[in-house]
């Protein structure tokens, strides 16, 4: 079964609780999104261990045997600093 937006959003949000957090459905088919997440957690971490992170926090349903999400074009990063 598809996910929502909002699904996806909220798993998301349950590791990043302070994360700007963006989802859109690329293919109006609950099956291909992206994400953005940008949460000062990935300040100083390679841009895979960020997308590791964001994998974790959505519990396995990435996982091609649950089936739930079956695309997530993901963009990571930590905030820009202002002085």
Do not use: C, W
Not at 17 to 24: F, L, T, Y
Request: aromatic share 4%; no cysteine.
């Amino acid at each position: 079964m598809p996910m929502q937006a909002g699904e996806i959003e909220a798993l998301i949000r349950e590791g990043f609780p302070q994360a700007e957090i963006e989802i859109r459905d690329l293919a109006g088919d609950g099956n291909h999104y992206s994400a953005s997440v940008i949460d000062e957690s990935f300040r100083g971490k390679s841009r895979v261990a960020q997308h590791q992170m964001v994998y974790s926090a959505l519990k396995g349903k990435m996982d091609g045997s649950a089936g739930e999400l079956h695309a997530l074009a993901l963009q990571t990063a930590a905030p820009d600093v202002t002085t």
